[in-house]
């Protein structure tokens, strides 16, 4: 068996040069994810196609490269290939009808000829000879050229022939490693998971920059969805995994920065941080999943604003997308359910964000930062290969929960003190105890440890990321506070 793989119609229409440099990598990229998944394939490539040989009878092969072909950039479909040598039109009617003689009954259908080197007659001869026949052997079929139930594709190459036994659309775009490198900043939620896959199916090789804003729950599952991500889609090239710890930056801008001006000078420490780290790797564009208005910090003037501190260019594959559409693809590529299980960074709320940052007003909110905070975190950044920190993962602490207040357990109030003021928590008579999860982790020692804490937030994230870290620090006095809704 062996499969024809037909490249995207763009890499057509390419110059000679670049065409054959774009055939050429996806030639490449696929025998290296083949022969990564433990098979052995034999690619070749011709000007318009790429072939893949499967060792006969090697059936575990032929799945696999099925799914690898499904999910290669640069290829717009692939057909199954069985290979018989050129014989007459009866000849050939007769391995037609083996395989599509019962399926044809009743049906309409046609026959489709693709002709390559010399031979006594056209490709529209032999679709006529060959379709003829197979009609007066089909009860009550019908010939159809349009829109037929069934399709019946051949190609004639020299005293070859091959029958196209099924076609499986591909992912299109560019082969990956086509072009330049990008650096994706990836929080693991719906947008950013899709932009990733999208620059990755346009041949961008994607790094992925993480910014740890809350402990490790939320670091392993972004790994996992990226590991995901290039596993599937980009595993022909070795990228990198970079997390940058992001929790003090988080505490300076929330202690020091005006409320309504958080969330932009939030982004902004993010890509400055990014930026060091893709002029690190010789990576010349950041990618982000930001989309116009979805949320406060994604309006024109704010990303303009945001955009201003980096002279490196943003790519933003989503910038006009509606968010249903968003999710289609992420459930399409299957990113949909660690997206919906991802733990969400709840701690940097404005009660009233800025949807108009203004330049001037946002430098005076960061001469009160401390940038030696940032540049600690950008030094402390740490880096991984993508295919090797998988086997470094170990599973998080077990900590109780509770859906109601527990005798002689206080409940620890870790929300920002604006969401205390404005929402504040009311559980009866119960112990309630504030503690701002910003300062929750140096704090969290200097408390009465005789007593049982149970955290709470608002959603239920934050509480848990920061029991999970304190558990692994060794307190064991604490548990969640997760009311029912």
């Known amino acids: 068996m062996h499969f024809v793989v037909k490249l995207f119609p763009e890499i057509i229409i390419k110059s000679p040069p670049v065409r054959k440099r774009f055939i050429k990598q996806l030639r490449a990229n696929l025998r290296r994810v083949i022969k990564g998944r433990g098979h052995s394939a034999e690619v070749r490539n011709e000007w318009d196609k790429v072939e893949v040989l499967i060792p006969s009878g090697d059936q575990e092969c032929a799945e696999a490269v099925k799914r690898i072909l499904a999910t290669t950039p640069g290829i717009a479909n692939f057909s199954e290939v069985t290979q018989h040598p050129l014989g007459d039109f009866d000849q050939i009617a007769d391995l037609l009808w083996a395989d599509y003689g019962q399926s044809l009954s009743h049906k309409t259908f046609c026959v489709r000829v693709k002709r390559t080197g010399k031979h006594d007659f056209k490709s529209v001869d032999a679709e006529r000879e060959i ?6 052997r089909a009860e009550s079929a019908t010939v159809r050229l349009n829109d037929p139930n069934i399709k019946i594709r051949l190609e004639i190459r020299g ?5 196209l036994e099924q076609t499986t659309q591909g992912l299109g775009g560019f082969p990956l490693g086509t072009q330049e490198a990008v650096m994706s900043l990836i929080s693991g939620g719906f947008d950013s998971t899709v932009a990733s896959y999208l ?4 041949g961008l090789r994607t790094h992925f920059c993480f910014f740890n804003l809350g402990g490790r729950a939320h670091e392993l599952g972004v790994k996992e969805v990226a590991w995901y991500l290039w596993d599937k889609y980009g595993s022909s090239h070795r990228v990198k995994f970079i997390t940058v710890p992001f929790e003090d930056v988080v505490t300076e801008i929330l202690t020091k920065v005006d409320n309504s001006q958080m969330g932009v000078v939030l982004k902004r420490m993010m890509y400055r941080a990014a930026t060091e780290v893709a002029n690190a790797w010789n990576v010349n564009a950041l990618v982000t999943g930001e989309c116009v208005a979805q949320v406060s910090s ?3 003037p704010n990303l303009a604003v945001i955009d201003s501190v980096t002279d490196m260019l943003t790519i933003r594959p989503l910038i006009t997308m509606d968010k249903n559409d968003i999710i289609n693809i992420a459930r399409n590529i299957g990113t949909e359910d660690f997206a919906a299980n991802m733990p969400e960074y709840c701690g940097v709320i404005s009660v009233k964000p800025t949807t ?5 007003r946002i430098k005076r909110e960061e001469e009160n930062f401390d940038f030696a905070v940032l540049e600690k975190a950008i030094e402390n950044r740490r880096e991984e290969n993508i295919d090797e920190m998988m086997a470094d993962l170990v599973e998080l602490p077990t900590v109780e929960t509770f859906s109601s207040p527990q005798p002689a357990m206080t409940i620890l109030d870790i929300r920002h003190p604006d969401e205390v003021m404005r929402k504040p928590l009311k559980v009866g008579a119960a112990e309630v105890a ?3 999860f910003f300062s929750l982790q140096k704090n969290f020692k200097t408390l009465d440890q005789d007593k049982h804490y149970l955290l709470y937030c608002d959603h239920g994230v934050m509480s848990k990321l920061h029991a999970e870290l304190l558990h692994e620090q060794g307190f064991e006095n604490l548990g969640l506070y997760l009311p029912r809704v």
């Open 159 to 163: 005293d070859q022939l091959y029958i």
């Open 298 to 300: 994604q309006t024109l």
């Open 356 to 360: 108009r940052a203004k330049p001037e």
């Open 131 to 136: 379709g003829g026949r197979l009609l007066q």
């Open 434 to 436: 504030t503690a701002p």
């Open 199 to 202: 620059t990755m199916k346009r």
